[in-house]
C-alpha cells in the first residue's frame, strides 16, 4: 500500500538470481522472488527501467523509440498518438541507409509530413530509454558510438534518459495517476471509461493526493 509513484521512480525491485544476472546485480541466488534495495544511480527500478516492458515495446532484433514512446504515452500519460494512416509507408531500409544510427533514420522518416505529426511525439520520448537493448540489458554505447539518450515529452520539456523521463512525469504526478485511476476503473466496472467519467475521475485523483496517492486511497475512491 505505498504511493502508486513508486511505479515510475523507486529504491528497490524485486528479483530472483536468472533475472539479477540479466540486470547485472550481484549476490541474488536461488529461484524465490525477493526485495532488493538499489544503490544511488542503478540502473533499474521501476516500470520504465522494467525487462518485460522494454522487450515487448522492442523488435526482436533491434530496440524501437516508436513503440517505447508511444508505450509511455498510452499507458503512463493518457494521451497515445493517433493511429497511423492507411496510406503511410513504413521505415523503408531500401531508401533509408541502414548504415544511419537509429535516431537519424527516424529522422530522415520524420521528414515525410505525412509521418512527422505522430512522430514528433512519440520518438523522442522513445529516444530517452535507448540505454536498454531489445531485452532490457543497460548500454552505453551502441555499432561502438556512445548511446544518444536525449529526449523530450510532447509538452516541449526537455532531458535525457531514462532518469530524465521519470522526473519530466513526476512533475506532473496527477498525469499519470489520472492514467491509472482510468486503468484500474475499466478494470472495476467490465467497461471503458466514456467522458462522462471524467468528473468521477478527477475526484477519485484529487482526495488521493491528500494521501500520497497510496494505492488504497485510489481503490477506495473508485469503490465510493
Known sequence: DGSVLDLIDTDHTYLNER???HYGIPHVYGSRFRR??????????????????????SYATRTSPVIRGNWV???????????????VPSLDAGVISAKLSLRDRLAKHRADAACA??????????????????????????????????????????????AGLEAAILRRPEVFVRTLTEKLMTFALGRGVEHYDGPA????????????????????????
Open 19 to 21: 533475472l539479477a544476472k
Open 117 to 162: 505529426s505522430c512522430h514528433n511525439l512519440m520518438d523522442p520520448v522513445g529516444f530517452s530509454l535507448e540505454n536498454f537493448d531489445a531485452v532490457g540489458r543497460w548500454r552505453d554505447r551502441e555499432a561502438g558510438q556512445p548511446v544518444d539518450v536525449s529526449g523530450a515529452l510532447p509538452d516541449g520539456s526537455k532531458f535525457a534518459g531514462v
Open 201 to 224: 475521475i478527477r475526484r477519485v485523483v484529487r482526495e488521493a493526493a491528500k494521501h500520497d496517492y497510496r494505492f488504497s486511497a485510489l481503490v477506495l475512491g473508485i469503490v465510493r
Open 36 to 57: 532488493v534495495d538499489l544503490p544511488d544511480g542503478n540502473s533499474r527500478g521501476g516500470l520504465l527501467r522494467q525487462a518485460s516492458i522494454l522487450t515487448v515495446t
Open 73 to 87: 504515452l498510452e499507458n503512463i500519460l493518457g494521451a497515445p498518438a493517433p493511429p497511423p494512416p492507411e496510406d
